[in-house]
Each structure stands twice: as C-alpha cells, then as structure tokens.
C-alpha cells in the first residue's frame, strides 16, 4: 500500500510561484511512475505533469503548462515536486499526487488527499 500526502499549497497571486511537493510511503518509489492531476471547481480532473521511475526521469506535461511547471522527484525523500510558476487564475483547482499516471484516462493507482492552489488576477 502507497501513502501520498501533499503540501505546499496555497494562495499566490497572478505571476507568482509555488511549488508543492508530494511524500510517498512505501520502499519502492523510486520505481514508480508519479504524476501530478488538478480539478478546478466545476471541472474534471486533469492530467498536469508526470515523470517515470526507475529512475528515467523522463517527463510528460499538459501543453497549458508547458514552460512554467517543472516536475521532479528526490528518489532518497521519496519526494515527488512541482514547482509552478508565472501562475495564472486558470491554473486554481486541486492538485493531487498519483502514482502510476495515465493522462489519457486521467486514471492513476494510488492518489493523495490534495492540496488546493488558488491564483488570484
């Protein structure tokens, strides 16, 4: 069983940064794939960003945040990041950490309790 918890949300203005950050439990994090999902009021849930395990560390990101959002993880914190910049209103929602993304389905195996992000104009 995989434990996520999220932190680092918060409420910023339009142009700032944040960057969340995502602790896993479990010995095998650094095999997994990890991913982070957002859900605006309103709104389904949506792929952002993901990055392979196994330590590939190749990443995949939504185009809306290509250029501003960056994934990492530190295999040695079981620790997955995002760091968000030059926010914008539309980037508020939910965000949740995931392992095992699947962006076409928006469907992952293990998922956090989340963290809300709110960008102000």
């Known amino acids: 069983q995989v434990h996520l918890v999220e932190s680092g949300g918060g409420l910023v203005q339009s142009g700032g940064s944040l960057r969340l950050s995502c602790a896993a439990s479990g010995s095998i994090f650094s095999f997994k794939a990890m991913g982070w999902y957002r859900q605006a009021p309103g709104k389904e849930r949506e792929f952002v960003a993901g990055?392979?395990?196994?330590?590939?560390?190749?990443?995949d990101y939504q185009d809306s945040v290509k250029g501003r959002f960056t994934i990492s993880r530190d295999n040695a914190k079981n620790t997955v990041y995002l760091q968000m910049n030059s926010l914008k209103p539309e980037d508020t929602g939910v965000y949740y950490c995931?392992?095992?993304?699947?962006?076409?389905?928006?469907?992952?195996?293990?998922w956090g309790q989340g963290t809300q992000v709110t960008v102000s104009s």
């Open positions: 995931a392992t095992d993304p699947d962006r076409r389905s928006s469907t992952a195996t293990h």
């Open positions: 990055i392979r395990g196994s330590f590939s560390y190749y990443q």
